[in-house]
């Protein structure tokens, strides 16, 4: 049974820093791509960041050069680290894991693998 199980979702003050963490477990982890998605309230789901296969990595434009998406494979683990926090961060941060293609890495009809997600709020 695949399982995605996001943490460290927190009232952060903008400026900031946040990291979030998602623990997989069901799957050839190594093999998959993984994704950071966030969906705030009256809006769609919007791509944050992706790792494609265990290779490189893909960002949002809103987040480029503040997010940094990273993967432990030997814990099975993608993290968000969330630095410079903006108000617009705020949202509830869901992780994504699918074998995906290349031009679909942004996408999220495209993973198949879910977590329950984990809200982000932040001061202003």
């Known amino acids: 049974q695949v399982q995605l199980v996001e943490s460290g979702g927190d009232l952060v003050q903008a400026g900031g820093s946040l990291r979030l963490s998602c623990a997989t477990s069901?799957?050839?982890?190594?093999?998959?791509?993984v994704a950071w998605f966030r969906q705030a309230p009256g809006k769609e789901r919007e791509f944050v960041a992706a790792n494609f296969r265990n290779t490189n990595t893909y960002y949002g434009d809103s987040v480029k050069g503040r997010f940094t998406i990273s993967r432990d494979n030997g814990k099975s683990t993608v993290y968000l680290q969330m630095d410079t926090v903006k108000p617009e961060d705020a949202a509830v941060y869901f992780c994504?894991?699918?074998?995906?293609?290349?031009?679909?890495?942004?996408?999220?009809?495209?993973?198949?693998?879910w977590g329950q997600g984990t809200q982000v709020a932040v001061s202003s």
């Open positions: 069901g799957i050839t982890f190594t093999s998959y791509s």
């Open positions: 994504a894991a699918g074998r995906v293609i290349l031009s679909s890495v942004r996408n999220p009809n495209q993973y198949y693998n």
